[in-house]
């Protein structure tokens, strides 16, 4: 199912808004692990002279969270033949909803979607209207199955203001009501954070890392620039 949407400008995440104040929040990177490495490459401004590194990081980093999520999900005993004997394995209940929004998040929804195999995908295209005042999104395409009762994964790399993450998510319960809600992404500000899990308190948000702040024009400080220009060149 395809639908094209209106856009809508959501009021403001302020400064304010403190995330560590804030229950359900992951950090993955807090931690040393091989993800800090990742995510210190995806920054570095040489580095990213190389687009294919750039997306691969990202893919890396969805790989890695995708992990730590499935922790957080159902399995089911199932009895196993091996060449040499019967024993019990643990599956996945029900592979969950993998959304993104386009364009950035495609390397990291293929990350989720490495670990996640036989789960369907939904997309959105929204993107940030330049310009404007205070940041409005526009959301303007999304297709999905039935979101309902099912355990839905949104990614988005970068989560500025928050409101990409937060329009799509209302334009996406058009298509049913999760019964698990988990966002995911690599670099967050700490008011968009803060917006989002205001927002959509039934959500589960996993970050690679919490940045220091927005500059005037909604980008995350020191964050590592456009990622979308980044993974599939600049846009005119
Ligand atoms: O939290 P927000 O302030 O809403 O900003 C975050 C959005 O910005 C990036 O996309 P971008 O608008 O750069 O589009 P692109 O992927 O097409 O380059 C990113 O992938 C998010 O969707
Ligand atoms: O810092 C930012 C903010 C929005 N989108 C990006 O790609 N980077």
């Not at 190389?50 to 790989?63: A, H």
């Not at 526009?138 to 039935?146: E, F, G, M, N, T």
Request: with cysteine; hydrophobic share 45%.
């Amino acid at each position: 199912m395809a639908t094209p949407l209106s856009s809508s400008a959501a009021s403001a995440p302020t400064a304010a808004d403190a995330p560590e104040a804030l229950a359900n929040i992951h950090v993955v990177c807090a931690e040393p692990s091989i993800a800090n490495h990742f995510l210190a490459e995806l920054r570095d401004k040489d580095v990213q002279k190389d687009s294919l590194r750039f997306r691969r990081n990202l893919q890396r980093l969805g790989e890695i969270i995708a992990y730590r999520i499935s922790a957080h999900l159902s399995y089911t005993d199932k009895t196993i033949q091996t060449p040499l004997a019967e024993t019990t394995g643990k599956l996945l209940h029900d592979f969950p909803i993998l959304a993104t929004v386009l364009r950035a998040g495609l390397p990291f929804h293929q990350g989720f979607l490495n670990y996640f195999d036989q789960s369907p995908s939904a997309f959105v295209a929204a993107y940030r209207i330049e310009g404007t005042a205070q940041v409005q999104v526009q959301v303007d395409y999304l297709s999905a199955p039935s979101l309902d009762e099912r355990v839905l994964i949104l990614a988005d790399p970068m989560l500025a203001t928050g409101k990409s993450l937060v329009q799509t998510y209302r334009a996406m319960l058009r298509f049913g009501t999760p019964r698990q809600v988990h966002i995911a992404a690599v670099i967050a500000s700490p008011e968009g954070l803060a917006y989002v899990a205001r927002e959509i308190p039934e959500a589960t948000l996993w970050v690679a890392a919490i940045d220091e702040k927005l500059n005037e024009q909604a980008y995350i400080i020191p964050g590592l620039g456009d990622a979308g220009d980044l993974s599939f060149g600049s846009k005119l």
